[in-house]
């Protein structure tokens, strides 16, 4: 007779509809190539900001060009369908909003300098109106990174000091849908509570992990140093304000959705006297967030973060036949980087780019 031996128990498992990243650079040059197979693998829409350089995504023309830059790495790739964003700067004109909606989902608006390539944002929003006006009548979405550009206040208390600005832009354009981007305090979440339902926001992954702490060496897992890929703007908050996005991502409100602002940048860009800001977060976000979820106890609630608030917010069909994605309770080590080669002299050496979390243990693995 032969032996009867028990199967070991299935890991728990997360199968769920491809979900959508509202928020995501895929840069381009050399760090396209490492960054975008990380979003197309695993998401559906990904809405792809225009900061780009040397040369920014300022038209429709831009955007058009570079989707299919984009897009010839992955021509068998039918699940992956990046959404164009054009920046909205000082020079951008209404007649450059009308007719685009066929090729450009939304605008995003920098205030000038608040972070990496945003010299060419915007100071005076009031100038902007009348191409506002030109976005709420194409149905564009105005894509706001909340912060104010003004030096004498303090990093911590910007986001707070641009929610009147978001107020003001949100009462004014009642038809216009505004997202304020990758929000990171408790001040920012009961403002987009309060405003009319024309006005969402993105929640990233690395603001529901980490605070101000664990990027400026204060707290225990920090091990008292300063950790570059874990700083980008808007810089994490307190405690209470991680806290509080946790409670805002797992609460079901559609007003919430997921924006990873995974934000890429060479290595020798982090790790030098001058950090530049953006944390790498597409190989651990989905993992970031299972585990999160798991802790809020709001794992049935991670389908709607995922992949329905943000295709509601903005007018997008769901894709019944696009492939699932599945997440098993396993643990695994992040990567310590993802490199490459270019072929090309003006690259000396091979890119490197380290990824947010690399190195450390997650409990859920995308398969
Ligand atoms: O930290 C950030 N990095 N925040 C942004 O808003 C832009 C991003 C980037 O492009 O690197
Ligand atoms: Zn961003």
Redesign the pocket.
């Known amino acids: 007779i032969p032996a009867i031996r028990e199967r070991p128990p299935m890991p728990p498992t997360l199968i769920l509809p491809r979900p959508d990243d509202f928020h995501v650079?895929l840069r381009n040059g050399m760090v396209r190539f490492l960054a975008t197979p990380f979003t197309a693998e695993h998401f559906g829409y990904a809405l792809v900001?225009p900061?780009t350089r040397p040369c920014p995504i300022l038209t429709a023309e831009d955007a058009m060009n570079y989707r299919r830059d984009l897009m010839q790495y992955f021509p068998e790739n039918k699940d992956f369908h990046p959404l164009m964003s054009i920046q909205i700067t000082d020079k951008t004109t209404p007649d450059m909003i009308t007719g685009t909606k066929a090729i450009v989902t939304a605008g995003k608006l920098y205030p000038e300098g608040v972070?990496?390539?945003s010299d060419n944002g915007v100071r005076d929003f009031k100038r902007l109106y009348p191409v506002f006006e030109a976005m709420q009548k194409e149905g564009l979405v105005l894509c706001l990174?909340g912060e104010s550009p003004d030096h004498n206040i303090s990093g911590l208390n910007r986001e707070a000091a641009f929610l009147p600005q978001l107020r003001e832009i949100a009462i004014k354009f009642p038809g216009l849908q505004i997202v304020l981007e990758?929000i990171t305090t408790h001040d920012a979440i009961r403002e987009v509570e309060s405003l009319p339902n024309n006005v969402a926001a993105t929640i990233t992954a690395h603001h529901l992990w980490i605070t101000i702490d664990d990027i400026i060496g204060y707290s225990q897992r920090s091990q008292g140093k300063l950790r570059p890929h874990n700083f980008?703007?808007p810089i994490a908050k307190h405690e209470f304000d991680r806290q509080a996005l946790c409670h805002a991502a797992t609460s079901g409100n559609p007003k919430f959705f997921f924006g990873s602002?995974s934000?890429p940048?060479p290595v020798d860009d982090k790790e030098c006297s001058r950090v530049?800001?953006?944390?790498f977060t597409s190989p651990v976000a989905l993992s970031i967030l299972a585990e999160v979820f798991e802790r809020m106890n709001a794992l049935h609630l991670l389908e709607d973060f995922l992949s329905v608030h943000g295709k509601n917010f903005y007018g997008l069909p769901p894709r019944m036949n696009a492939k699932k994605i599945t997440l098993i309770k396993e643990s695994w080590v992040v990567n310590g980087s993802t490199s490459a080669d270019w072929p090309n002299a003006d690259y000396r050496r091979p890119i490197l780019i380290i990824p947010f979390l690399a190195g450390e243990t997650l409990t859920w693995r995308v398969t």
């Open positions: 650079h900001m900061n972070t990496t390539n990174h990758h980008c703007k602002d934000a940048h530049c800001a953006g944390c």
